[in-house]
């Protein structure tokens, strides 16, 4: 069975950057649809990016230009680049994964236990 453990988030201020990477174990992870979400108090669960099996890729309109999603295979590993964070970015983030392409829906399968993100003004 996959397993996902998620890291690199952490505490930065507004316009600040930070990147988050998702250790994939127990499979590999070209195998998968992968995702990114989030969890804010208070908030629905959001679909951040997302990347297919063919590297197509999807970002919600929020972090459109401002986040980056990739993937390495040989790392087995799905990584966030994320630049110009704002206050409103602040949430707990998961990686995901599915054989089924859910996209940016939290229907997969597979999550990681989550890292923040906290971005200060």
């Known amino acids: 069975q996959v397993q996902l453990a998620e890291a690199g988030g952490g505490s930065v201020q507004s316009g600040g950057s930070l990147r988050l990477s998702c250790l994939v174990s127990?499979?590999?992870?070209?195998?998968?649809?992968m995702g990114w979400f989030r969890h804010a108090p208070g908030k629905e669960h959001q679909g951040v990016a997302s990347?297919?099996?063919?590297?197509?890729?999807q970002y919600a309109d929020s972090v459109k230009g401002r986040f980056t999603i990739s993937r390495d295979n040989a790392g087995n590993t799905l990584s966030l680049q994320m630049n110009s964070l704002k206050p409103e970015d602040t949430a707990m983030y998961y990686c995901a994964a599915d054989r089924i392409n859910y996209m940016l829906l939290p229907r997969y399968t597979y999550w990681g236990q989550g890292t923040q993100v906290t971005v200060s003004s």
């Open positions: 127990g499979d590999t992870v070209s195998n998968y649809y």
């Open positions: 990347i297919d099996r063919f590297g197509n890729i």
